[in-house]
């Protein structure tokens, strides 16, 4: 099949979809021409596939953030448009807004590294701009430094040096997708020698905050911060083991 460009479908393909085969004949092709690693190339034959609707999948997870795929593609709709090399643009966050897929993968990153879902959801919200100001392309809210080989991308940060604020350019992890973000922003706690202190703290989210001043950032009001976003917004609902402020009498 020669290539397509702007491809558009007459029904929805995939998992409960129409599937008329014109129509998944395009959308295989388009899959074929992101199809993500480790997957297979799809057979190019008319036919929806468990494979076929996992890859629709996967695609969704990676590149639209999407915390429940639904495995389908529509016609007009988000995962179409990027198949077809559109830019596909992600909901704007306001200030003190967290989205569902967000606690969703601060509360699976807790239960795989024990760090307080409320410590991995602060630490989003200040470091990303509540998921606004994330470096393009990097799914990394958490401003997790690339090393060595890693992929990244760079950017400009500020960093608080001798008690002065300056902005210097640094190159930043690219993550698949927000809960690989996630996962690895907990194991980094979780794991790291620079945390044991903090780690030491655990249950408790507010010292754990605090310790986190001086060695995951820079800024001599970082726990500080991290605590008044925690409380204001009252993330300790969402912790599996942290300790969790009594209620008020």
């Not at 922003?185 to 001043?213: C, E, I, N, Q, W």
Request: proline content about 6%; hydrophobic content about 35%.
């Amino acid at each position: 099949m020669a290539a397509l460009t702007n491809v558009k479908i007459s029904d929805s393909v995939g998992e409960n979809g129409r599937n008329l085969q014109e129509d998944v004949l395009k959308v295989q092709h388009l899959l074929n021409g992101k199809i993500p690693i480790p997957y297979a190339f799809l057979k190019e034959d008319g036919v929806v596939s468990d494979a076929m609707v996992e890859v629709i999948k996967e695609i969704q997870r990676r590149n639209l953030q999407s915390s429940k795929p639904d495995g389908r593609v529509d016609p007009g709709g988000k995962t179409l448009l990027y198949l077809n090399g559109g830019s596909v643009s992600q909901p704007k966050v306001s200030a003190g807004t967290i989205p569902q897929s967000i606690i969703d993968a601060a509360q699976l990153s807790e239960k795989n590294w024990g760090i307080p879902a409320s410590i991995s959801i602060a630490q989003w919200a200040l470091e990303s701009g509540w998921g606004a100001k994330m470096p393009a392309g990097s799914n990394n809210p958490f401003g997790i430094k690339a090393v060595g080989k890693q992929e990244g991308v760079s950017a400009s940060t500020r960093e608080v040096v001798n008690g002065k604020d300056i902005t210097i350019n640094g190159k930043f992890r690219k993550f698949a997708s927000i809960n690989e973000a996630f996962d690895e922003h907990g194991k980094l706690l979780a794991t790291h020698r620079a945390y044991v202190k903090a780690r030491s703290k655990l249950p408790d989210a507010d010292a754990f905050a605090d310790a986190l001043t001086g060695t995951y950032a820079t800024d001599p009001n970082y726990g500080t911060i991290l605590k008044k976003i925690m409380k204001s917004k009252n993330l300790y609902q969402y912790d599996a083991s942290a300790t969790k402020p009594a209620p008020a009498p």
